[in-house]
């Protein structure tokens, strides 16, 4: 039941936010903190690639001794309409249930007030969350309380490196600056909608590569927003379901394993067979809460995304 929502809550406090914006030379202060709120909390550097990007700023607020927020607006998709994401909100444990979530949050929707609709997490290319885990039950009560919806729900899969020992390595290598013009193109060409996590994923070192006489096959990118994640995994049109994204991932995983990893979290999984075929469970699960703030575009409501990642084919 989407309808149109005003994006304060009568409980909150109205007018401008009290809370300050910071600047990432907090960064290592907001560590802290998801380090004493998180179980797995990002580090500064994962929080730095995610809520500071050059490319991709988010308006982060708060008191990292207390709590913190961060939004970003995207203008995506042929229909225009600006999309709101609250990339993180988090309060310190010490200072939970004294309504500086709802204060955080309503800082937050103030600083979306010109999106249609407002996303908590999912918020790619930089994310740190594919959405709400289902563990995090103050976070689904405080956005059930401000008519947050459940729209869809992610998955992340663990594997287990330990076992494979059979895998062919020869599928992929590790892209390099060489690559770098082609790989741009066949991005655009095919899978524009990952671009930037594939190029910051070169720019790592953390890509690999498959090839055949044609150029690339298929690509899989690891360590790009947060350390351990794996993804995303794509080949080129004409391969899939030809076995080419089993050949890549194959390769990648074989390459982590000898480089002393013993396990690897594919995140915000779209199509899950690939890497059950590996071994992969589900590990976590995110519900994608979102609040629509305006009537839906004729045009669409910005699914473009949704479907490039549902369109995912790996093997
Ligand atoms: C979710 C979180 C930000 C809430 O912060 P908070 O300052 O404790 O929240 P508030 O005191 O403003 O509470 C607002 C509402 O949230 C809900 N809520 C918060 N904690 C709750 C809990 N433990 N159980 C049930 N509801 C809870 C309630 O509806 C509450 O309203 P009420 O106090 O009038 O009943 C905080 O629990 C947190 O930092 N959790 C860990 C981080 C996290 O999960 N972030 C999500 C990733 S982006």
Redesign the pocket.
């Known amino acids: 039941m989407e309808g149109t929502a005003t994006a304060v809550s009568h409980?909150a406090p109205l007018g401008r936010t009290p809370h300050p914006v910071l600047e990432a030379d907090r960064v290592d202060e907001i560590a802290d903190l998801c380090d004493r709120?998180?179980s797995e909390p990002p580090g500064a550097e994962e929080l730095l690639g995610c809520l500071f990007a050059d490319d991709e700023p988010a308006c982060v607020r708060g008191d990292p001794q207390v709590?913190v927020v961060a939004t970003a607006l995207q203008d995506r998709g042929p229909d225009g309409e600006r999309r709101g994401f609250?990339?993180?909100?988090?309060?310190d444990p010490a200072?939970?249930?004294?309504?500086?979530?709802?204060?955080?949050l309503v800082a937050a929707e103030q600083d979306l007030a010109g999106a249609s609709t407002i996303t908590?997490?999912a918020d790619a290319p930089y994310y740190?969350?594919p959405g709400?885990?289902v563990a995090?039950?103050?976070?689904q009560?405080?956005l059930?309380?401000y008519h947050y919806e459940r729209a869809e729900v992610n998955f992340d899969m663990a594997i287990d490196l330990d076992p494979l020992d059979g895998l062919r390595s020869d599928g992929a290598r590790l892209a390099t600056e060489a690559d770098r013009s082609r790989l741009v193109a066949f991005m655009d060409a095919h899978w524009c909608f990952w671009k930037k996590e594939v190029m910051k994923a070169l720019d790592r070192s953390t890509l690999f590569l498959g090839e055949d006489d044609e150029g690339i096959t298929g690509f899989c990118a690891v360590d790009v927003n947060r350390y351990g994640l794996l993804g995303p995994v794509a080949v080129r049109p004409d391969l899939m379901g030809k076995g080419a994204g089993a050949r890549v991932l194959d390769a990648a995983l074989a390459h982590l394993r000898q480089h002393g990893r013993h396990e690897v979290r594919v995140s915000w999984v779209s199509v899950m067979s690939p890497y059950a075929r590996v071994g992969a469970t589900i590990i976590e699960t995110y519900i994608m809460y979102r609040k629509r703030l305006t009537a839906p575009s004729l045009a669409g409501s910005g699914g473009a995304e949704a479907i490039a990642r549902n369109s995912e084919r790996i093997a």
Do not use: D, Y
């Open positions: 409980e709120a998180f709590g609250v990339k993180l909100l988090v309060v200072h939970q249930r004294n309504g500086h979530g709802r204060s955080l908590i997490g740190l969350f709400v885990s995090w039950t103050p976070m009560c405080l059930e309380r």
